[in-house]
């Protein structure tokens, strides 16, 4: 692979990955706030009294396995395979 080839091959990867990271910190505190509202009322039904912190808790968990999150560690993957493409 030429110099030019892998230095593509970076900046598409790095575009991929910025993408993923300004997608993410764009729909993260709306999907956050509607996932707060769903636990609280998730949990109302059940009968469980979460407070404030175990709800965060909660929804801090299902926003690390979701696919915004899953979006932003391939494209971090992509990088660094592009990283090492040429060594």
Do not use: W
Not at 48 to 59: A, F, H, P
Not at 65 to 86: C, F, H, Q, T, Y
Request: no cysteine; net charge negative.
């Amino acid at each position: 692979m030429s110099e030019i080839e892998y230095l593509e091959m970076q900046q598409a990867a790095l575009k991929k990955y910025k993408q993923a990271l300004d997608f993410f910190l764009t729909s993260v505190e709306s999907k956050q706030k509607i996932l707060e509202i769903k636990e609280r009322e998730m949990a109302a039904i059940d009968g469980l009294d979460y407070t404030d912190k175990e709800i965060s808790i909660i929804v801090g968990k299902i926003i690390k396995d979701s696919p915004l999150n899953l979006n932003i560690r391939v494209a971090n993957d992509k990088v660094s395979e592009a990283v090492k493409g040429n060594g």
